[in-house]
């Protein structure tokens, strides 16, 4: 998935790490600002056309899946070709697709658009806190990849079987318990940049997003439930 990364001789060759890891961590941050683009159009699309709303939940849930792990196996076969870019933003365009059912959803309630607001606002602070602490820490991070794999694998089994329980209790469980363990994978998957091991932006960009995404859906799935009891 990395690229081998050569053994530095010479003292123009230590210079060069650097300015390659700023290379990736920055054009990893300007993709994934651009990806937000076809998010919003997915997301106007889905409510405009109620394509999501229209589907049942385990159907909504299959194809969920199916086309999220479809593009992602997609996304890493292209990362090295002039077609990565463009299949990860025909993916952030599903994605804002199948999220339009929630986003309808609360933008139906009375302070709807301000609960979307906040939930965007909330994921940037998580995102820039992250961030901010991806260039701060010295250490290695790469370990605690496997644990926070294994948490979003959990969440995902317990979503899937919220769907039979229709617990309010477990939602809200597995809501904020998705936005640690995604806030955490956004800090590791920078660390990695920082660190050299993650040398591919669009790979990069990938994990960026899709910890996003659940930062972000979380969050708004929280703020709908708190604002549909206020109401």
Do not use: C
Request: net charge positive; proline share 2%.
């Amino acid at each position: 998935m990395n690229e081998n990364m050569p053994i530095y001789g010479s003292h123009q060759a230590e210079y060069s790490a650097p300015a390659e890891r700023n290379k990736t961590l920055r054009n990893t941050y300007w993709l994934l600002a651009l990806s937000m683009v076809p998010t919003v159009i997915g997301a106007w699309t889905g409510i405009t056309t109620g394509f999501a709303s229209a589907l049942s939940p385990g159907i909504g849930l299959m194809v969920f899946l199916g086309g999220a792990f479809g593009f992602i196996f997609a996304i890493e076969r292209t990362k090295n070709s002039a077609a990565g870019v463009p299949v990860l933003l025909a993916f952030t365009f599903f994605m804002g697709l199948m999220l339009s059912r929630l986003l309808g959803s609360v933008l139906g309630m009375a302070n709807g658009a301000g609960l979307v607001i906040t939930a965007f606002a909330g994921t940037g602070v998580v995102f820039l806190g992250m961030a901010s602490l991806s260039s701060v820490i010295k250490r290695d991070l790469s370990a605690m990849g496997k644990w926070l794999f294994i948490g979003a694998v959990m969440l995902l089994v317990a979503g899937i079987a919220n769907l039979f329980m229709q617990s309010g209790a477990l939602m809200i469980t597995t809501a904020v318990l998705a936005i640690g363990i995604f806030a955490a994978f956004i800090l590791h998957d920078l660390k990695r940049v920082r660190d050299g091991h993650e040398t591919n932006y669009i790979s990069a960009t990938l994990g960026v997003y899709i910890s996003l995404f659940n930062v972000f859906q979380s969050l708004l799935l929280l703020l709908g439930i708190s604002g549909g009891r206020e109401e």
